[in-house]
């Protein structure tokens, strides 16, 4: 009897969690819960502005806006190499993952704007 119980539940369960999945995947629901997530989730949602550095290096290096954007999303923040604490408006080093792990971002997030001051390709 307890088998019989323990195996309607894990059924239940199961198909809970695929109509759940699916239902956020519709939704596009995010959970930026992380310290990374967080700080590129809030970088993400500010007015982007591009210094003059950032530019240069934008044509320099043949890198688009897209390539930006996926850095935004994807990418690896060290808070060590920036200054997260500095007021009125943090400073944070990002690096891109995978096919853009050679290229870097210092930003600037400030209250309403998030600008990218270099671009940093190695």
């Known amino acids: 009897m ?3 119980r323990i195996g309607y539940y894990l059924v239940g369960l199961s198909l809970g969690c ?14 930026d819960y992380g310290m990374d997530s967080r700080t590129l989730k809030s970088i993400r949602i500010k007015k982007r502005l591009f210094s003059e550095d950032a530019t240069n290096a934008m ?25 997260p604490r500095q007021k009125p408006c943090a400073e944070y080093f990002i690096t891109g993952s995978k096919e853009l792990e050679n290229i870097s971002l210092l930003v600037k997030r400030c ?12």
């Open 59 to 83: 044509q320099k290096f043949d890198i688009d806006t897209l390539k930006i954007k996926t850095i935004l999303y994807t990418g690896d923040v060290d808070f060590g190499k920036g200054n």
């Open 18 to 31: 695929i109509g759940v999945y699916f239902f956020w995947q519709k939704k596009q629901a995010t959970f």
């Open 2 to 4: 307890l088998i019989k």
């Open 111 to 122: 209250d309403s704007t998030a600008t990218i001051q270099k671009i940093i390709v190695e």
